[in-house]
């Protein structure tokens, strides 16, 4: 039996490049994917961490993803998330590749919330503020550049040598950028931290303005307060996962702040156009699912089957 082809995160980015990603995210939700269907996640606590087992099937593939998420990494000198992506055949379930998983969830997960900032925010929306300055705070700014006109980028970190780097990263790539202490002035906003506890002052956000919250994917972690939740359109992935697993939401349901009602929709709702708007923001929560890592993954193995 002939090796499993590998696709590592060089290759998967040129496979699938981020406007891509968005686009097939897109097309599978537009398709009929429905992202209440995923199965649960088991989460396992391990010594280092937590193992995140997420199965999906879609179309002519089935897949899962076995991630690690490692607290202690970062002061290895190691990514935090942890994993590797198994591509299998929908029908006789034979696997077809092996992903690197990593690489696989630093393009999704800014595609997804691209996609959702492509129905949410204001087709000229270009001052970005991003909370956090690692491998998911770059691909938002990436991904958010995919879908909106983004001249200026705003970072905040707590790690301000960190930050100020990473403001050079965007000028670099011809951004105008600086480091602020909070994200008042501007209409998109990415919240990509370990934060416990919200990161800012949901009250100063500006009405316009769209914020999506992916850094906790657990019941009793957030990113935003009731405040601007309570103010906000809010639109998850899927209302099952949210439920289970978004701190951010779950919180402010437990507060008496918002009932499950306030969730104005899913993201396949979002993509076909029957979520209501609210005069407020617009605030989109996502916890990561494993539909989203097949449907990239099976786009990436089909675009290599084309060029190998």
């Not at 995923?38 to 089935?62: F, N, S």
């Not at 970062?74 to 590797?84: D, E, H, K, Y």
């Not at 939401?249 to 929709?265: D, K, S, Y």
């Amino acid at each position: 039996m002939s090796a499993l082809p590998y696709l590592d995160g060089e290759t998967l980015r040129e496979l699938v490049p981020m406007a891509r990603a968005v686009q097939v995210l897109q097309d599978a939700l537009l398709a009929g994917l429905d992202p209440e269907d995923t199965p649960r996640r088991p989460v396992v606590e391990v010594p280092a961490g937590q193992l995140l087992l997420m199965p999906a099937a879609w179309g002519r593939h089935v897949g899962i993803k076995v991630a690690g998420v490692a607290p202690a990494n970062p002061s290895r000198g190691l990514p935090r998330i942890q994993g590797a992506y198994l591509l299998m055949d929908g029908e006789s379930l034979a696997p077809l590749a092996m992903m690197d998983g990593v690489a696989l969830t630093s393009l999704r997960t800014p595609a997804v919330s691209a996609l959702a900032v492509r129905h949410l925010a204001g087709p000229g929306a270009s001052e970005m503020a991003v909370f956090g300055a690692g491998p998911q705070a770059w691909g938002h700014v990436e991904a958010f550049r995919a879908v909106r006109p983004v001249r200026r980028v705003s970072v905040i970190a707590r790690d301000a040598a960190k930050a100020r780097a990473f403001a050079a990263r965007c000028a670099a790539e011809g951004l105008q950028a600086d480091t602020v202490a909070d994200p008042g002035q501007a209409d998109l906003i990415a919240c990509c931290t370990t934060s416990r506890t919200p990161l800012f002052d949901g009250r100063l956000t500006r009405d316009d303005a769209t914020v999506v919250a992916v850094g906790s994917h657990e019941p009793d972690a957030r990113e935003v307060d009731d405040d601007l939740v309570a103010r906000a359109t809010v639109v998850v992935e899927a209302r099952s996962a949210a439920l289970a697993e978004a701190g951010d939401l779950i919180i402010p349901l437990r507060n008496g702040t918002i009932t499950t009602g306030h969730l104005a929709g899913n993201l396949g709702e979002l993509v076909a156009g029957t979520v209501p708007r609210g005069p407020g923001p617009r605030l989109f929560k996502s916890v990561g699912m494993a539909w989203e890592d097949l449907v990239v993954a099976a786009a990436a193995y089909e675009a290599w089957m084309r060029v190998r």
